[in-house]
C-alpha cells in the first residue's frame, strides 16, 4: 500500500495550496480518505475526511477554506487550501480507511507527509 502526498511548500499567509495524494494497493473507490496535520510541539489533528459516498467533514478551523475532493478514477484524494493562515504550518498527511486489494478487513493507512508553511 502507498499513499504519495504531495504539493506542500512555503507560501504567504492568504496564499494557496493544492495538496494531492496519490494511492495504490487499496480499494479506493471504497476507502473513506482523509488528511491529518502535525503541528511542532501538537499532536496530530484531523483536517478533512471524504467518504465513498462523498460525504465531507472538515475540523472548524479549516471550514471555508479548505475543500477536499477525490478522483476515484485516478485513485488520488486532493485539499485545495485557500486563505491560509501561519497556524495551518504543519506537515500533513494523508490518510486512507481502507481495505488492500484481495482483502476484506478494513485498516488504517498514513502516507510519508508533506510540509506546509505559512508566513506571515
Known amino acids: 500500500v502507498q499513499l504519495q502526498a504531495s504539493g506542500g511548500g512555503l507560501v504567504q499567509a492568504g496564499g494557496s495550496l493544492r495538496l494531492s495524494c496519490a494511492t495504490s494497493?487499496?480499494?479506493?473507490?471504497?476507502?473513506?480518505m482523509g488528511w491529518y496535520r502535525q503541528a511542532p510541539g501538537k499532536q496530530r489533528e484531523l483536517v478533512a475526511t471524504i467518504t465513498s459516498g462523498d460525504d465531507k467533514n472538515y475540523t472548524d478551523s479549516v471550514k471555508g477554506r479548505f475543500t477536499i475532493s477525490r478522483d476515484n478514477a485516478k485513485r488520488t484524494v486532493n485539499m485545495q487550501m485557500d486563505s491560509l493562515k501561519p497556524e495551518d504550518t504543519a506537515i500533513y498527511y494523508c490518510?486512507?480507511?481502507?481495505?488492500?486489494?484481495?482483502?476484506?478487513?478494513?485498516?488504517?493507512?498514513w502516507g510519508q507527509g508533506t510540509q506546509v508553511t505559512v508566513s506571515s
Open positions: 490518510y486512507a480507511h481502507a481495505t488492500r486489494w484481495g482483502r476484506s478487513n478494513l485498516s488504517n493507512y
Open positions: 494497493g487499496i480499494t479506493f473507490s471504497r476507502a473513506t
